[in-house]
């Protein structure tokens, strides 16, 4: 069985090439660039599968207001088409309440992405080099997505005021 969104409709010329050139660059600000440049020439459904393209093929050092605008923006079937249909399956079959994982380093103030696996957050630490990690308590109804591709169980919370703190673990307490 195929993973692709029920909204799928094949590329239109103007949109294939803004996916080429994308697919071309090796910088994610400048595909993220490009993305915001050409995004009024896109559908509804290119629009969400590339944007969640772009995010999860790389987001390091990305500016998450940019991202957050872009996430918000009111186009139609954000849901299903952002997520792979196992995603959305799977995101539909999360509980009310859930914990989430984070590793967030030193200089960061902002933050988006989140893990519903400890054992990611972990890795993530390590490679932070931050030592620590913290679980918040979110609310299904603020999330605004879960990508389980590159294996992370990453969740997106647009407003990080609704994922409440929960402990800080150092990373010596957390079973790899």
Known sequence: MQDISPDFKYVTPTEQKIIQKIIKLNDDR??????IKYKHKMSDYCYW???STIWVDGTEKTDLKRWRALFSTNRK???SSLMKPSELAAFKKLEDK????RAQ???EEDRLAYTLSIKQAAAFSILKE???ITSY?????????LFLRREEDEIIILDPSKAVKLKTLPLSMVKI
Not at 98 to 101: G, K, P, Q, S, T
Not at 137 to 145: I, M, P, R, S, T
């Open 30 to 35: 400048k595909k993220l660039n490009y993305f």
């Open 49 to 51: 599968f590339i944007l």
């Open 77 to 79: 079937k954000r849901a």
């Open 98 to 101: 859930l914990i989430v994982y």
């Open 105 to 107: 380093s030193l200089d």
């Open 130 to 132: 931050t030592n620590e």
């Open 137 to 145: 308590e979110v609310k299904k109804e603020d999330l605004l997505c």
